[in-house]
T-cell receptor
Framework: EAQVTQNPRYLITVTGKKLTVTCSQNMNHEYMSWYRQDPGLGLRQIYYSMNVEVTDKGDVPEGYKVSRKEKRNFPLILESPSPNQTSLYFC????????????FGDGTRLSIL | AQKVTQAQTEISVVEKEDVTLDCVYETRDTTYYLFWYKQPPSGELVFLIRRNSFDEQNEISGRYSWNFQKSTSSFNFTITASQVVDSAVYFCALSVFSKTSYDKVIFGPGTSLSVIP
């Protein structure tokens, strides 16, 4: 089954404790992206990657890091999480020739206390 | 700068009523895509439709229809004979060409639709 898998689905943690949200897709897509969803703001793009070792900032990259060492994986790293990063996060992927639309994962709800 | 506006924050309708969700976008690019996603209470994002800027034909898919008007920069979504299962948050989004692909995506704030039985 074609899918984008995010882990964990839910996480409660404390300020300053490094965390990684993994994202993996099994569709051999070149393009991958991370978004955060906040009430009243819709989804905002954090980072995106057009292929292995190629990443670029979206609209709200501050406080986040990403890496794309393998085509299928695009982890989102919060080196020192803060409460304002409490949000619902989505990973998405798409083939280069059909972007958009993007296929979304089921989301990861992060709570940072 | 690009922007997507969904002025209706919340809408409630009674089942079987028709409802239109408004979407207004801003971009200086001449080549772009517009699309709609549905987010049901379970939280996943479901792709509904994509339109490119050169195709102003309206589209109908079952009870769903979309009206794209470049003159007013609008891409409105109508649900005919609404059903309870249509209750969800609906996002309109704009994708503009950047570098080698349409990688910059701007979402509107969403419209929460409640269909009351």
């Amino acid at each position: 089954e074609a899918q984008v898998t995010q882990n964990p689905r839910y996480l409660i943690t404390v300020t300053g404790k490094k965390l990684t949200v993994t994202c993996s897709q099994n569709m051999n897509h070149e393009y991958m992206s991370w978004y955060r969803q906040d009430p009243g703001l819709g989804l905002r793009q954090i980072y995106y990657s057009m292929n292995v070792e190629v990443t670029d900032k979206g609209d709200v990259p501050e406080g986040y890091k990403v890496s794309r060492k393998e085509k299928r994986n695009f982890p989102l790293i919060l080196e020192s999480p803060s409460p304002n990063q409490t949000s619902l996060y989505f990973c998405a992927s798409a083939p280069w020739w059909a972007n958009p639309p993007q296929h979304f994962g089921d989301g990861t709800r992060l709570s940072i206390l | 700068a690009q922007k997507v506006t969904q002025a209706q924050t919340e809408i409630s309708v009674v089942e079987k009523e028709d409802v239109t969700l408004d979407c207004v976008y801003e971009t200086r690019d001449t080549t772009y895509y517009l699309f709609w996603y549905k987010q049901p209470p379970s939280g996943e994002l479901v792709f509904l439709i994509r339109r490119n800027s050169f195709d102003e034909q309206n589209e109908i898919s079952g009870r769903y229809s979309w009206n794209f008007q470049k003159s007013t920069s609008s891409f409105n979504f109508t649900i005919t004979a609404s059903q309870v299962v249509d209750s969800a948050v609906y996002f309109c989004a704009l994708s503009v060409f950047s570098k080698t692909s349409y990688d910059k995506v701007i979402f509107g704030p969403g419209t929460s639709l409640s269909v009351i039985p």
